[in-house]
């Protein structure tokens, strides 16, 4: 088992660089079966027959002598001390060079295998598992909806959750390619320098919607007290949560949520995975369906989830060519990689230009707007670092540098008294962070509540 396990975590470190610490062992756990099949292919296939299952099998066969216990106890005691002592003369003329090459790079401790990766998962085992649960804590069970429209419309707001997107291949970012071609014409805020909680979605979907910022949070308390989607409602506000990606980790446990069926569509899905329209059908539903209240709507999307990036746009979708139409990425050209990515990118700035179409078309019954950001970044072969999921010290800037753009519509700003030319030039200063998201939603909604910062709400210094 521990060479078989060996032998995937070697493959992921030498060929995408990643790092199985405690955040990547938790991303492994809650992943799904669909989404693990996206990183079988060819090539991880023959690494787990030559790597993990020749050897194996070859370590099953072996007919090991052991001698008697004590004697076999004694044999291991003084390999094990022979070798310290080898360690002990190697430190006593060397130690020097070795503590400063240590020190200036730590992060090679993470790629010893087996050990590293055998005590991030026994310390996520034991932290999940094993440890006593922490008494669940209800936040702003205080809040109130204090929004009182001149002209009777309710609220409608349409947050759209990114997945694997960054910001630097977004037109808006200044990217020299037109990935957000769909939007140009529809009046876009883009938050300039905005950072994720996290590399992964198993750390950065809860941070970004917990009580806690990036430096304080701790996942143990995450999943055992209220997210801001349960503040809203709180509020009285309704919530709907859509996801077409690997889950919400708990975020929306406790509010109306539907995880799109693989199997629902058979135009969209393909019994492993659905393009994000499914979500776009099951939008038109629940505004069909509206009731006359202030209502918060959550798209998870799958974006642009890899290492099969070329199965998140359909083919009419497929403008940027040649691109990588394999799982194993690390085989295609930069330039090809490039371009599956960036038709991502495209396909998903399709998604928001369609909710945005779909708010305009709701202005006689809501109030409207909708407010995008992705959970993290992605590698995409620079340092020779692939996918995501670093450990967030060492992490590149491209796992950790998000796109967030906001559309919100006239009536929306002048009944909520928000300033849009104040924050179209606050937007343009940037600094911001998934930290900004709790405060943000409640400001939006009009939510009152002790649990509320003012001073991370990034709508309020606009709002009149």
Not at 315 to 340: G, V, W, Y
Request: charged share 20%; with cysteine.
């Amino acid at each position: 088992m521990l060479t078989l396990l060996s032998s995937s975590v070697f493959f992921a470190a030498y060929e995408y660089n990643v790092v199985f610490d405690y955040g990547m062992i938790e991303n492994t756990f809650q992943t799904n079966p669909a989404e693990a099949l996206m990183y079988v292919n060819f090539a991880s296939i023959m690494n787990m027959l030559l790597t993990g299952i020749l050897p194996a099998y070859l370590i099953y066969k072996v007919d090991i002598q052991y001698k008697p216990f004590l004697k076999e106890l004694l044999h291991k005691v003084l390999f094990m001390l022979t070798m310290l002592a080898g360690l002990g003369v190697i430190a006593f003329f060397y130690f020097q060079d070795y503590a400063s090459f240590g020190r200036n790079h730590d992060e090679l401790k993470r790629y010893v295998v087996p050990t590293y990766f055998i005590g991030a998962a026994s310390k996520y085992i034991n932290v999940r598992y094993l440890q006593t649960p922490m008494q669940y804590e209800q936040l702003g069970l205080d809040a109130k909806n204090v929004s009182a429209n001149p002209n009777g419309k309710p609220n409608l707001l349409i947050l759209v959750v990114g997945e694997t997107a960054r910001s630097m291949n977004h037109q808006y970012y200044g990217y020299d390619k037109p990935t957000n071609a769909h939007t140009q014409d529809q009046g876009l805020t883009v938050f300039k320098d905005t950072s994720s909680c996290g590399t992964a979605t198993a750390v950065s979907l809860p941070c970004m919607f917990s009580r806690m910022g990036r430096e304080d949070y701790d996942a143990r308390r995450a999943y055992a007290q209220d997210t801001a989607v349960d503040v809203l409602d709180h509020a009285g506000i309704k919530v709907q949560w859509f996801d077409n990606d690997s889950g919400c980790k708990g975020v929306c446990d406790q509010v109306e949520n539907i995880t799109i069926n693989l199997k629902s569509d058979p135009k969209l899905c393909s019994g492993e995975y659905c393009f994000d329209q499914v979500l776009l059908n099951k939008l038109d539903e629940a505004l069909a369906n509206a009731e006359r209240k202030d209502t918060v709507i959550v798209l998870h999307i799958i974006g642009s989830h890899g290492p099969t990036y070329f199965l998140r746009y359909p083919p009419e979708h497929r403008k940027f060519t040649p691109d990588c139409q394999r799982s194993d990425i690390q085989n295609c050209s930069a330039t090809e990689l490039m371009n599956t990515y960036d038709n991502t990118i495209l396909y998903t700035d399709y998604i928001i230009s369609e909710v945005v179409k779909k708010l305009q078309n709701q202005q006689d019954k809501f109030d409207s707007a909708m407010l995008y950001l992705s959970d993290h970044g992605e590698s995409l072969g620079e340092k020779g670092m692939y996918l995501h999921g670093a450990p967030y010290r060492i992490a590149p800037v491209e796992q950790t540098s998000i796109p967030m753009l906001a559309w919100i519509s006239k009536d929306f700003s002048q009944d909520n008294h928000l300033d849009m030319a104040c924050l179209a030039q606050h937007a343009a200063k940037g600094g911001f962070s998934h930290d900004n998201l709790f405060d943000s939603l409640l400001g939006l909604m009009n939510v009152k509540t002790a649990v509320y910062k003012p001073e991370l709400d990034i709508f309020a210094r606009c709002r009149g």
